[in-house]
């Protein structure tokens, strides 16, 4: 009698990480990503061999960063809004809007400004 015989193969797949990171939004593969994640994409029959090759993509959105402040002046000249653009430890943008408006106590109390 003879006894059947089975041949058990294991594919070979190629797989690659590729870490992105971006300031506010990313796009990969044609979509746009503004939050960090992390997920798989599936080239079939992609690898050199013929076996299916798998990308592995981790995405990190660092944020942009605003900030604003308000202060009083009793220089007219002094009046309007300052912006401050500079850099975040990340890379990211980070603009300062700083607000001064002429103070009611300056001109109440005979300290307005005289030119």
């Known amino acids: 009698m003879i006894q059947p015989t089975a041949t058990v193969g294991f ?21 746009w990503y503004y939050a960090s994640t992390s997920f798989n994409d599936t080239l079939v029959d992609g690898a050199s061999n013929g076996c299916d090759s798998i990308t592995t993509f981790n995405i990190t959105i660092n944020n942009s960063v605003v900030t604003s402040s308000a202060s009083t002046s009793c ?20 603009t300062h809007y700083d607000t001064v408006v002429t103070s009611a106590f300056c001109f109440s109390h005979g300290r307005g400004y005289r030119m």
């Open 11 to 31: 594919s070979t797949f190629a797989s690659a990480s590729v870490d992105i990171t971006e300031c506010d939004s990313a796009q990969v593969l044609s979509s």
């Open 75 to 94: 220089n007219p000249a002094d009046v309007g809004i300052d912006v401050t653009n500079l850099l975040t430890s990340l890379g990211c943008d980070s």
